[in-house]
């Protein structure tokens, strides 16, 4: 019989810190992380959680979990911000306020490349090039770019079209890119473009115009008018956008921030200011974790997204938050420049600060309804499936492929709140007869459910399988035969006609039993949350497909076909320009190149057009 373990003794923990600035962290008996923070002297701010100081009730239920801490002693304070951040979004204790990860924040990439591509990128940043922003939304982007490419005439295209143009396109034609592709720009003039660019999304347009003055001055004195001219119109659209956007007669570069909550519910409003343009607002939803203090959750928010993204110069905050001082230090340090962290400003700054205040009340306000109207669908299916508690983790599969090519199987997750694309999932299918779907179906959830068994992972609570009564003995097999008896399992068949609201739900009877069906109709709540997961797992079955089948059809299944060596595939690259140059062309016109006989063209021909004709995307019923 194990010892029970003495209560944390807080004061004497406290009596063997130094006063250096760190890291700390509170651990609960099962080792599981509590709380991480900052300090810039550790035993002052340990201390006073273990001090005879009132605390609120979340605070003290915190303190009465502590079985053990831990401290990290870092060379400043911004380090040590650094580590606090890195260390919540890894640990993700359970008292902090968790700005939830979102890899989709829009940004405009410039790519590294001889010859630069400038659009719109989310997702993890792992294409070599700048990335600025990010944006509040896709729409900001959308309008700098539409800027950019009337100023500077960057290519917007992707490599492939870029590599296989033998002529200008229609951006060309309206005056929206130099055509690079063709040699239409000579390399030093582009990059001297891209230079400019990079200027102009860093926020130094006045530099920018006062460059441009200079090479339309030097332009007009050797007499060549129409590239003055040019550089005119360039100066003209600039000091036109500034001459729009200005805020109380400076160019801003800014971000608004209000805090709206409702008990344990809030909403950060960020309003974007860069250059002096008004980017528009995003809200954010931090989860609080118990914490009903709206300056606490802003001070999270501030340290936890900007030690991420970089800083613009001023953050101008709707009320008061600790370590001010520490955060403007780290920002600046951070973003090479000076940084400051603002709760008093009048004027426009005032103004645009109300706005974003106003914005996030409604904002959410708004969110709050949505989660109501979530919750009554959950609670509408626990009643339609018989279930004694709400279900908090809903599975659903799905089967995407075209004509047997290229099939993937989706796994969405959603628990009471909605979607968790975190843990989302997709399978790709190998090793089965081209459209079986049912064996496409029982490879997935064996996959799925052999490693939670081996690995003691966690189980839905309901799992929906996208078909019928076929997909559904699929599914009942792989449980049975792994022991997984946890999920309550639901087909859902389409009805005649195919129309949202006929489906029919199918229920399996327990050890052989007849199952029965329901037919909840399209005024069901229940039913309703069963197609938004279907459709969703639908979305992402065919997003995953098309991009697992056009990765197989860019890539050079030249490799592949015997009689085909280095020198035989440069020959026939270099003929049409590249693969699809030689895609789009015929055996015989294949069979004109050196050194590749009828034979072996038609061989070329067959392989990279497939054995099957073209068809449609499909999903099962």
């Not at 502590?66 to 993700?92: H, P, W, Y």
């Not at 959410?364 to 509408?380: D, H, I, K, N, Y």
């Amino acid at each position: 019989m194990s010892t029970p373990q003495p209560p944390f003794d807080g004061k004497e923990f406290v009596r063997g810190l130094s006063t250096a600035p760190g890291v700390y962290r509170m651990f609960a008996a099962d080792d599981s992380v509590l709380y991480v923070g900052k300090a810039g002297a550790l035993k002052k701010r340990v201390a006073s959680y273990f001090s005879n100081a009132p605390k609120n009730a979340r605070t003290m239920a915190m303190l009465a979990q502590v079985a053990r801490m831990d401290v990290t002693v870092t060379r400043s304070e911004a380090e040590a911000l650094l580590l606090e951040n890195q260390l919540i979004k890894s640990l993700k204790p359970r008292y902090n306020v968790l700005l939830r990860d979102d890899k989709s924040y829009p940004y405009v990439l410039l790519t590294q490349e001889p010859w630069p591509r400038i659009g719109l990128h989310r997702g993890a940043r792992s294409i070599p090039g700048r990335y600025f922003g990010p944006y509040p939304s896709v729409v900001a982007v959308r309008e700098t770019l539409n800027l950019v490419h009337k100023l500077f005439k960057l290519r917007s295209c992707e490599d492939s079209v870029f590599r296989n143009r033998s002529r200008p396109c229609l951006q060309y034609q309206i005056g929206r890119c130099t055509a690079p592709c063709v040699g239409l720009v000579q390399a030093r003039e582009y990059a001297e473009s891209v230079r400019r660019v990079t200027l102009f999304l860093e926020g130094r347009s006045d530099e920018l115009s006062g460059e441009l003055n200079r090479a339309m001055e030097a332009a007009s004195e050797r007499l060549d008018f129409e590239e003055a001219a040019r550089l005119r119109d360039q100066v003209a659209m600039i000091r036109t956008l500034q001459a729009r956007q200005y805020v109380e007669g400076q160019v801003a570069d800014m971000d608004l921030l209000a805090c709206a909550m409702q008990g344990t519910h809030a909403c950060v409003l960020l309003l974007a200011f860069r250059d002096g343009r008004n980017l528009g607002t995003r809200a954010f939803f931090p989860k609080t974790n118990g914490s009903d203090s709206p300056a606490e959750v802003l001070a999270a928010f501030v340290s936890q997204y900007y030690g991420e993204q970089l800083p613009p110069r001023e953050i101008i905050l709707d009320r008061e938050i600790e370590d001010v001082e520490l955060l403007q230090d780290a920002f600046s340090t951070a973003a090479g420049r000076r940084v400051q962290v603002k709760t008093s400003v009048r004027g426009d700054r005032a103004g645009y600060l109300d706005l974003a205040r106003r914005n996030a009340e409604m904002t959410l306000a708004t969110e709050l309804g949505s989660q109501a109207a979530q919750r009554a669908r959950v609670e509408s299916l626990r009643d339609m499936l018989g279930l004694d508690d709400l279900p908090q983790r809903i599975e659903c599969f799905d089967i995407s492929h075209t004509m047997g090519e290229a099939t993937v199987a989706s796994c969405v997750v959603f628990d009471a709140d909605g979607p968790v694309r975190g843990q989302y999932r997709r399978y790709n299918i190998t090793g089965i007869e081209p459209g079986d779907d049912y064996a496409a179906m029982h490879q997935a959830l064996q996959r799925r459910f052999r490693r939670a068994v081996e690995q003691d992972g966690v189980l839905p609570d309901v799992l929906l399988i996208d078909g019928g009564a076929g997909q559904v003995a699929q599914a009942r097999s792989v449980l049975a035969d792994l022991g997984v008896d946890g999920p309550v399992l639901v087909g859902v068949a389409k009805g005649e006609a195919r129309r949202p609201g006929d489906e029919t739900l199918l229920l399996p009877g327990a050890d052989g039993q007849p199952g029965r069906e329901l037919h909840p109709g399209a005024a069901s709540p229940g039913l309703q949350l069963v197609q938004q997961v279907r459709d969703e797992a639908h979305r992402f079955a065919i997003t995953g497909h098309r991009g697992r089948r056009q990765k197989a059809r860019n890539s050079s299944r030249l490799e592949d076909i015997p009689g085909i060596g280095p020198r035989r595939r440069a020959s026939l690259l270099k003929h049409f320009g590249g693969l699809g140059g030689l895609k789009n062309a015929s055996a015989d016109e294949i069979a004109h190149v050196e050194g590749i006989s009828s034979e072996l063209a038609g061989r070329i021909y067959a392989t990279l057009h497939g054995l099957q004709g073209p068809g449609s995307e499909r999903r099962p019923d």
